[in-house]
């Protein structure tokens, strides 16, 4: 038997107008964690879809242990023990755990023609126990976390005996302390002999858990190296085809009088006597532990919904805007976490998705003016570098990076003063990443002012000249971010109030 548990030779796949494998090459070991790199865009995607069946490659050969498969469906794939675990969960929200965990191959009684219940149910009991939780196989999935429903889906995968276990950006909406369960979940099927290929745009992972990675670029294959022995600056230089001499962009311009304070902002059940001032030219960063209230504090800004008490400043004007349309219409823009179902309409148009705010700047007499919406959409989709054939595409046709800029887009349709970015470059790659760092620095420059929600600390760092850090809906205190550390801010964030004084 082949050492290899899994390989790919020369793999190519060509779709319409787009080539989204070019000759890539894979290797997998039994016990391997092997992680996958690449910008959005690069083919990582389609490449989890060969493998599972889903699409078949125009060229090129797929083995399993030494011998060549061609896989026509995913049932031939998962009959071959291979299973894929999505960043965005596909489940049953509606059905059990149990019943999740056994779709497709539930557990029928020989005698009765029945499923039989009592077994899966003690099965998915018995897998759960393997992977060290304690959730109940009776429970609705919908009623889980998204940390929980990637146990279950891996629950599912030891169901089906997979050997091949494809983990697609799955630390991307957990927190620190979830991200750490599910890598000694990860750890603990590689220590069972299962191969495990890892794809994620966060180092930290690749670091926590692989032995090998591997990037493409461009839907090609550009290398596979041992993790522990190429450095990080090389592996960048490989997923983006060019030298970033520093991950954040230096910052040139000096900051200005202020241009938005909050004071004493209450929202009961969310967050309580929040404060915090943003000036022309700063980015501040709101930091803090998952639940402490920060996207909550940014959506009462924005209109959201009301708050119950306190004052909100712009430009020295009080203001109180009480819907996202009125927000818009004073300056204050607003980039929300879940860019799917809140930033953006996936079946509408990259264009009018940039425009949509704007309406009012595209019509005369009530009559909206497509040629003038289509050179605004054009001109900012540029500017913020949005990778598209025709800015007609659908915006569920976009990578996660280039969903994310075309919201920047749509905000910079608008004339604002103040800008609330939630986890910017969540499940954002690299080379986006570094874009998007790049537009906050210019929009900085200009002298607007800037509120970063992040819970990615090296960014804080690299981004902020301040840090607000909040817990349990409070502020605990201000620090400037050349006078402060990881593990300072990481304190604040769990002390008590009293004690950040």
Known sequence: MSELLLELKGVSKTFPGVKALDDVHFQLKSG??????????????????????????????MYIDGKKVDFINPREATAMGIAAIYQH??????????????????????????????????????????????????????????????????????????RIIIMDEPTAALSKRESEELYRITLQLRDEGKGIIFISHRFEDMYRVASQVTVLRDSKYIGSWPVDGIEQEKLIYAMVGRELKQMYPPKSNEI??????????????????????????????????????????????????????????????????????????????????DRQKQGLI????????????????????????????????ERLSQLVGVKCTSIQDLASSLSGGN?????????????????????????????????????????????????????????VLGMSDRVVVMREGRVMCVLNTHETSQEAILEASMMRRNQAG
């Open 403 to 459: 969903q994310q800029k075309v919201i920047v887009a749509k905000l910079l349709a608008s004339s604002l003063k103040f800008i609330m970015l939630d986890e910017p470059t969540k499940g954002v790659d690299v080379g986006a990443k570094y874009a998007i760092y790049e537009i906050m620095r210019e929009l900085s420059a200009e002298g607007i002012g800037i509120l970063m929600v992040s819970s990615e600390m090296p960014e």
């Open 32 to 61: 391997q964690i092997h992680a996958l790199m690449g910008e959005n865009g690069a083919g990582k995607s389609t490449f989890i879809k060969v493998i599972t069946g889903v699409h078949k490659p125009d060229c090129g050969e």
């Open 256 to 337: 200005g009088d202020e241009v938005f304070r909050a004071e004493g902002l209450y929202k009961t059940g969310y967050f309580a006597d929040v404060s915090f001032d943003v000036r022309a030219g700063e980015i501040v960063a709101l930091s803090g532990l998952v639940g402490a209230g920060r996207s909550e504090v940014c959506a009462a800004i924005f209109g959201h919904w009301p708050l119950d008490k306190g004052k909100l400043t712009l430009n020295g004007a009080a203001v109180s805007p009480n819907s996202p349309r009125a927000a818009m219409k004073l300056g204050i823009g607003y980039l929300p976490e």
């Open 89 to 162: 969960v596909t489940c049953y929200p509606d059905l059990s755990v149990a019943e999740n965990i056994f779709v497709g191959h539930e557990v029928i009684s020989p005698k009765l023609k029945k499923m039989n219940w009592k077994e899966m149910r003690d099965k998915a009991a018995l897998y759960l126990k393997q992977l060290g939780t304690d959730i109940d196989p009776k429970t609705t999935m919908g009623n889980l976390s998204v940390a929980q429903q990637q146990i279950v889906e891996i629950a599912k995968a030891l169901s089906i005996n997979a």
């Open 346 to 377: 996936l079946d509408w148009s990259i264009g009018k998705n940039i425009t949509l705010a704007t309406l009012d700047q595209h019509a005369k007499r009530g009559l909206l003016s497509v040629k003038s919406e289509n050179e605004t959409a």
